[in-house]
């Protein structure tokens, strides 16, 4: 299961559902309708002067209670014998222009608690949608469809919400991209044809190894081959597809090429994401949005315990906090050096969270509401939406009291600076929040 | 259940051969048909009597993943219509389907996802008869399913569900449709094997209608649904210790056996082990009741044709399906030698895939690709065979073509260029493809590559290919003459490799 999580691929049964059947018509985010030439955007080749909205996505349901912990509420300790964080070791929240001392942070996390002091990184406790769903499949397509009723509004809909976006707001192919996990459905549909990247060193046309010399031959060949043909028919769309494939190349190539900077990213998958994108942004690509992410938080087993000799927290969700938290302060501190940090939103969010109780393998199973975090030097921080209580907690589950889609339109609108927003999220919701994140 | 045989009594009513005929064959358009666009020819479904060489380069691109070379010489020695009668007979369990099986998957009891694909990969590669893996792609991705859902101890039952498939392509729909009604992968991808007298579920009963065999709200409602969701009741999973497989069967105690109101007919409840014909009454109501064959008739003729044809067209091959009972080679045949076929709308083009794209290249070239290439090369594109990405198959169409996806075709054909192999493993000798061998010229190479290819050249692209082959590019960057000589060793691994990577980044190349 994890795998399908890793490596950001989308298939299964929730696949075969009504609601997302009717996006698949117009599905393929990568898609290219009608001509590309003038909507593939161009690296200004300076840092990027416009703000930026970066969406981290913790594949397989992280467990919120031990992300941002509730550490003054009796039953977090009762109902977690043996996995809760225990009293003390939670990093303090109390700095900072809104300390708080109702919640603390995961102690992997200093990094995101020094972010927190300095007022930049918030905490949105019980976010969800209505009605939730338990399947990974099922409520992540909520989320990057942006829609909880999908058989009745997914006819309009038929998209994901990024594509929503990019459509109204930024249409080129550089206006919102994924990075380091590939096709998502948050992108599908619409017909900007946003760039779905791996790492950005494959995105190139592979040399031959033996033949460096000939291959650079060859695919001038090709580029001036491609200048003389048609613009018309299905040829011609061909060839606009072909043209935007050499253009993006090089725009990413040279981004590649260009970076430099004095930071060490740790080397885990979302690092080597982040620093991903601090490439495009250093070289100034004009895009607003980018998507990443990475799995195991699927926590069913052993997921937190203090190993006895050191004192410290140990377990597979532990690991996930520190390399999040590396992967954060890394792109922070290259944010901060390139001066693009006060233009910067990081969200963290995830499918679900999970069950208030531990289960008997020391993990804990699919749950509802969840905790997002908010990083960046544009972020108001502090902690936002109703206090948490023992009463919620004594729940199996927890509620959702403020929906995601508030916290996605809140960025749009007031760092982004999107106008309307009701094609983006056109579903009428259950409940409405202003936060004031941003 | 009776079954009415309205339609069939229309059919049978009628001359087949007039029925057709009546289709703007013989060179003028009957009345009503002038405005189907294209012309009469692009709307005529009479048969095509002469076959020019751009029309048989047109026939195989669209049913053999395009051209390889001894296909050429089997139609010349066939003629185009015994050619395609020939390729719509599909051989069951043959040797070589055998081979492929036991040359990529260790287990068979519990194969591996990569092996499920890898097997039919190699057969698209390597089958004599590609139109049978063609028109397999094309059902599976009519009845989408993905071996996703398949856990471990399932998923030796992809075999069976694509087997169906790939031998039944031009056998009966109404056969077909009973088979994957019960089929096991079918069952379990649109929870069948969930669905209960107490608990009906209705995934399967609404795609049945909306996907496989009618279109979106064509003629059936919600209530519809929810009745013959009732129909489709009683099969499940069980788990044999002994063999450590699943196993999908028929459990009378869950089926419903209630009588129930289907498209204004009753189909009376069944008992017992009898309740499993409930499955093959709900296909047969609905062949009878509703236009399955116009549905279907609208998809083979876009699929082999071009999109959107016009009712006459979609009416009579619907009209010939009814006719034979459902039988589907002669639809497929009549499409295949008709007038609308070889019709210059026709020929105007269908975006290639990237399954059609990359088994075209290693076909046309008679390379044998590293099943890692062509498998991760598919995957890179998003066309990865078993695992469409739901229900409703590939979006295609011109939704293939996108900058990303052109940088993983070229990189496919580099990986191609890179690791070619040969049945024998002594690689693809690249100069056996130019027609004069070790002599031939720059531009003798160009033109049969392009041939090849079927790739459409100006002269101004032959003239730059000619170019690139005739010099060569420097390290400090200045490109120098360098006449091609077809005896050396490295011009032919460099620039004739060269030469088809450029080839596979024509515009026309991504056009079938």
Redesign the interface.
């Known amino acids: 299961m994890c795998n399908d999580y890793c490596n950001g691929r989308r298939f299964g049964k929730s696949a075969t559902r009504r609601d997302v059947l009717k996006t698949t018509l117009a599905a393929a985010g990568f898609a290219a309708l009608g001509p590309l030439t003038g909507r593939l955007g161009t690296a200004s080749g300076a840092v990027s002067a416009q703000t930026t909205f970066t969406i981290i996505n913790m594949f397989g349901g992280n467990d919120g209670l031990s992300t941002v912990v509730p550490r003054g509420l009796a039953s977090y300790h009762s109902l977690r014998p043996t996995i809760a964080i225990p009293p003390g070791m939670e990093l303090s929240l109390a700095g900072g222009p809104a300390g708080t001392t109702a919640y603390g942070l995961n102690p992997k996390m200093p990094k995101t608690q020094a972010l927190w002091d300095a007022g930049d990184a918030a905490i949105v406790n019980l976010v969800g949608y209505p009605d939730p769903n338990l399947s990974h499949f099922e409520s992540e397509d909520i989320w990057s469809f942006g829609m909880r009723n999908g058989s009745g509004s997914l006819t309009t809909a038929a998209s994901g919400w990024i594509a929503r976006y990019a459509d109204r707001y930024a249409p080129t192919s550089l206006g919102a991209m994924s990075v380091g996990i590939g096709r998502r459905r948050d992108f599908v549909g619409g017909s900007t044809n946003p760039l779905l990247l791996g790492r950005l060193s494959e995105f190139q046309f592979q040399r031959d190894g033996q033949f460096a010399n000939n291959h650079l031959h060859r695919l001038e060949a090709a580029r001036q081959m491609l200048s003389t043909q048609p613009t018309t028919g299905l040829s011609g769309e061909a060839r606009a597809a072909l043209d935007s494939a050499h253009q993006l190349v090089d725009q990413v190539q040279a981004a590649i090429a260009s970076y430099s900077s004095t930071v060490v990213y740790p080397s885990n998958s979302l690092a080597r994401s982040m620093q991903d994108i601090a490439r495009l942004v250093q070289a100034g690509f004009p895009t607003r949005i980018f998507y990443t992410g990475f799995g195991g938080f699927d926590t069913h087993s052993e997921q937190n315990a203090v190993d006895g000799t050191t004192g410290l927290l140990t377990g597979g969700h532990a690991d996930l906090m520190q390399r999040l938290d590396d992967a954060v302060g890394a792109y922070a501190d290259d944010a901060k050096a390139m001066g693009s940090w006060d233009r910067t939103v990081i969200a963290v969010i995830s499918e679900f969270g999970r069950r208030n109780f531990e289960n008997g393998s020391l993990g804990t199973d699919h749950g509802h509401g969840a905790c997002v975090l908010l990083m960046g030097g544009a972020v108001n921080g502090g902690s936002y939406g109703p206090p948490m209580t023992d009463a919620m907690l004594q729940e199996d589950q927890l509620e959702h009291l403020v929906d995601f889609r508030d916290i996605y339109r809140e960025i749009l609108a007031d760092h982004l600076g999107a106008g309307s927003l009701s094609a983006v999220f056109p579903e009428a919701q259950q409940i409405s929040t202003t936060l004031g994140l941003v | 259940m009776q079954v009415s045989r309205r339609w069939d009594a229309v059919v049978a009513a009628a001359s087949f051969a007039i029925l057709l005929t009546g289709c703007g064959g013989g060179g003028g358009a009957g009345p009503g048909l002038g405005g189907g666009g294209g012309g009469p020819e692009a709307v005529s479904l009479a048969a095509k009597t002469t076959f020019t060489a751009d029309d048989v380069g047109h026939l195989l691109n669209r049913t053999r993943f395009g051209p390889a070379p001894a296909d050429l010489t089997a139609v010349q020695q066939q003629g185009v219509p015994l050619f395609i009668d020939t390729m719509l007979v599909l051989p069951a369990n043959t040797p070589q389907e055998a081979q492929v099986a036991t040359d990529e998957i260790e287990d068979p009891l519990f194969p591996q996802e990569h092996e499920l694909v890898r097997w039919w990969l190699r057969l698209m590669q390597e089958n004599p008869n590609p139109f049978q893996e063609v028109l397999a792609l094309f059902w599976h991705d009519h009845f989408a399913t993905?071996q996703?859902?398949l856990g471990g101890d399932k998923k030796q039952w992809w075999l069976a569900h694509l087997n169906l498939l790939r031998h039944g392509g031009t056998g009966n729909l109404r056969t077909m449709l009973t088979q994957l009604a019960t089929d096991w992968t079918m069952l379990e991808?649109?929870?069948g094997v969930d669905s209960t007298d107490d608990a009906p579920n209705e995934?399967f009963a609404?795609?049945f209608w909306?996907?496989f065999t009618l279109g979106v709200d064509n003629g059936y409602t919600q209530a519809d649904i929810v009745q013959a969701a009732r129909c489709f009741t009683g099969y499940r999973t069980r788990f044999d210790d002994v063999t450590g497989l699943s196993r999908v069967e028929f459990d009378a105690n869950r089926h419903d056996t209630g009588d129930k109101s289907i498209l204004g007919q009753t189909v009376l409840g069944r008992r017992g082990v009898d309740g499993a014909g409930e499955y093959t009454d709900m296909v047969n109501l609905t062949l009878a009741q509703r236009p399955v064959a116009e549905y279907m008739a609208g998809k083979l003729f876009t699929f082999f044709c071009y999109p959107n044809p016009p009712a006459e067209v979609t009416d009579a091959l619907a009209a010939l399906l009814r006719a034979s009972n459902y039988e589907l080679a002669p639809v497929i045949a009549t499409i295949l030698k008709s007038e609308a076929f070889y019709s210059s709308t026709s020929k105007?083009?269908?975006?290639k895939s990237p399954a059609e794209f990359a088994l075209g290249f290693v076909r046309a070239t008679g390379m044998r690709t590293h099943m890692d290439d062509l498998d991760s090369g598919l995957s890179d594109a998003?066309q990865r065979p078993t695992?469409p990405?739901?229900?409703?198959?590939w979006?295609g169409g011109?939704?293939?073509?996108?900058?990303?996806?052109?940088?993983e075709r070229?990189?496919y054909v580099?990986?191609c260029?890179?690791h070619r192999t040969s049945e024998t493993q002594t690689g693809l000798d690249l100069r056996t493809l130019l027609p004069e061998g070790a002599t031939s010229t720059s531009a003798q190479a160009v033109d049969a590559l392009a041939g090849l290819l079927r790739v459409s050249l100006?002269a101004?692209?032959r003239t730059?290919?000619v170019?690139?082959l005739d010099?060569?590019?420097?390290?400090n960057g200045t490109?120098v003459a360098s006449p091609f000589d077809a005896a050396n060793n490295a011009h032919i691994?460099?620039?004739v490799?060269?030469?088809l990577?450029?080839l596979a980044?024509?515009?026309?190349y991504?056009?079938r």
């Open positions: 993905s996703e859902i991808w649109l929870d995934n609404r795609e909306e996907l105007a083009g269908l975006v998003g695992m990405p739901n229900v409703n198959g979006p011109a939704l293939w073509l996108s900058a990303q996806s052109m940088v070229a990189n580099r990986d260029l890179t100006s101004t692209d730059t290919l170019t690139y010099t060569q590019r420097q390290s490109v691994t460099e620039r490799s060269g030469l990577y450029v980044q024509h515009p026309t991504h056009v």
